[in-house]
Structure formats: C-alpha cells, structure tokens
C-alpha cells in the first residue's frame, strides 16, 4: 500500500511541477530525475507537457516545447537532440475494434515508440502505437504517424507519409 501511495504522490507532483511556468526548462529535467524519472536526460523540458508515468526516456539535448502529451501505457524513447513542437501527442495505447453495438473492444493494444537521434516534430503531431521515427526525420506540423518512418525524411499529411529525403 505505501508503495502504492508513493508512485501515485510522485505522479501527482511530476504533474504540478510539468504545469508550474516557474520551473526554468533547464531545470525541469533535473527534478524530473530526482522524481524517479530515471531515464531523462539533460533535456529542455517547458511546462505544461504531461508525464502520466515513469515510462518515458529523454535523451540529452532533447527540446519539449509545450504541452507535449506522453501516454506512456508503454515505453516512449525520445533520443538525443530531438525537438518536439508544441501539442504534440505520443499514443501507446489504443483499443481492438468490435462490433457495431460497441466499437471499443475489451483490452488494449499498447506499442511503445521511438523517436530516433537528431529528429525534428512540428507542433500538434500525433504519433501513433508502434511507430518508430528513424534518425534525422522532420514531421511536418499537424501530422498523423501511423507507420514507422525511415531516417532522413520528410514525413507530412494525415497519415503521414514522406514527402521527400532529407541530406544525412
């Protein structure tokens, strides 16, 4: 019960200190790490994004702009150097699809995601379970990932699919 009581009050304030504007993003990372978040690197990290567990890993340089939404049902791996816009949603869950009487079938369908080293995401992405975005890939704003993306591309639309390659 008490360590039950634990990961929830840490929940809570990882929360509280993601919504505080008084936090610098600096810093962010580092109370993040002393919070059990023991996968965050030296990361930039503005308010407002949304942790709602301990399975998300940051690499080092990574910059989260604001209100960045990790449903971490399962493991997200953000890499080094990333920049990830504002809004941007990272999905590891979802439901099967039923019948016509109820469309969200019993039991989940979580997949965790990658974001390889060195990428770029324009504010309100949305990727989506199991997709792995290579290395040096841009996803252009407003776009849907629901496949996995090769290195060095442009990815953009809804789905989004690449739109051209981009130099190593």
């Known amino acids: ?16 200190l993601n919504h505080c504007e008084l936090v610098p993003g600096a810093i962010r ?6 919070l059990g978040h023991k ?3 030296n990361a930039f990290i503005n308010p407002g994004s949304t942790f709602p567990g301990f399975g998300t890993a940051i690499g080092d ?7 960045v939404f990790f449903d ?6 953000i890499g080094k150097n990333v920049g990830i816009g504002p809004r941007t949603c990272f999905l ?8 016509a009487t109820h469309r969200i079938e019993g039991g989940g369908n979580h997949q965790p995601i990658v974001v390889e080293d060195g990428c770029w995401l324009g504010g309100n992405v949305t990727v989506l379970p199991g997709v792995t975005i290579g290395r040096g890939c841009v996803i252009a704003a407003g776009a849907v990932v629901t496949k996995s993306c090769e290195p060095n591309g442009l990815y953009a639309g809804v789905p989004a699919r690449r739109i ?3 130099d190593e």
């Open 1 to 16: 019960m008490a360590a039950t009581w634990g990961t929830k009050a840490r929940q809570q304030i990882t929360q509280l």
């Open 72 to 77: 971490d049902s399962e493991l997200i791996i």
């Open 92 to 99: 590891t869950g979802s439901h099967h699809i039923g019948p």
């Open 61 to 67: 340089g990574t910059f989260i702009n604001r209100e």
């Open 29 to 34: 990372a580092e109370i993040l790490r002393r």
């Open 39 to 41: 996968n965050i690197g």
């Open 164 to 166: 051209r390659d981009l």
